[in-house]
């Protein structure tokens, strides 16, 4: 489990580099033709993490609920992240990582309601939810990078 870790461990570093330097104007910024924007993605990982591998294994997610409302899937920014957030979803990026690091070493995870994915995989465990985010989060890193290049930066 620890190389998944690793994984996650890069490709957050990868998005905390993608984003850092941005005002907070261009992370706010959506383009036409796009549904969200460069922060949102950022906090949509975070968030995506802690539902897939928290609440799906009917633990309490460790980010609050307002957040988990405005990065969940099929959520769209309905207004701009302050720097106050911003600040905040850059350290729960790392933040995150060490919560699932000690909570899988101290094994709280030891149910995990099955689910299927719109990507057309069913999570069955937690190792599954683990797995599959770092998926996921390569798909948004991806999105980030295409965001800045269609935004020019």
Not at 1 to 23: C, E, F, P, V
Not at 124 to 134: C, G, L, P, Q, T
């Amino acid at each position: 489990m620890q190389n998944h870790i690793d994984i996650l461990k890069a490709t957050r570093a990868n998005i905390l580099k993608q984003i850092d330097g941005i005002s907070l104007e261009q992370l706010n910024l959506i383009p036409e033709g796009y549904n969200n924007n460069l922060i949102w993605n950022a906090g949509h990982v975070v968030v995506t993490q802690q539902l897939l591998c928290y609440a799906m294994s009917g633990l309490e997610a460790k980010v609050p609920r307002d957040i988990i409302a405005i990065y969940r899937k099929g959520a769209k920014p309905e207004k701009a992240a302050t720097q106050e957030q911003v600040n905040q979803i850059k350290a729960w990026l790392t933040e995150s990582i060490d919560w699932l690091e000690v909570d899988l070493a101290t094994g709280i995870f030891k149910t995990y309601k099955t689910y299927p994915t719109s990507y057309g995989y069913t999570l069955n465990s937690i190792e599954d939810a683990v797995n599959f985010n770092n998926i996921h989060e390569g798909m948004h890193l991806g999105y980030i990078i295409a965001l800045k290049k269609h935004l020019g930066l």
